[in-house]
């Protein structure tokens, strides 16, 4: 079972990746010009944490980060739909 500290830190890994892959989502679809290496970049970091997280939530079934996971899910579609 995961720690609580742990479990925190993830959760805040989550939602500042999350936030950081919207922003980016929104400026790549307002500038076409942007270049796209920061939105391969998150997607990638984005993969890489849904990866931590399907092991970490079949360890601890922790709601917070069942929660945390359908969140990144969720982006992930969205980014990989984006543009």
Known sequence: MA???YIEECLYRVQNLIDRALTELME???IRENDPTEYAFIQKELGD???EFD???TED???RLE???KRLNEVREIMEKGI
């Open 55 to 57: 092991q970490l939530v």
């Open 67 to 69: 929660e945390a996971q």
């Open 3 to 5: 720690s609580e500290d």
């Open 28 to 30: 790549v679809k307002m």
């Open 61 to 63: 079934q922790d709601p």
């Open 49 to 51: 944490l849904q990866g």
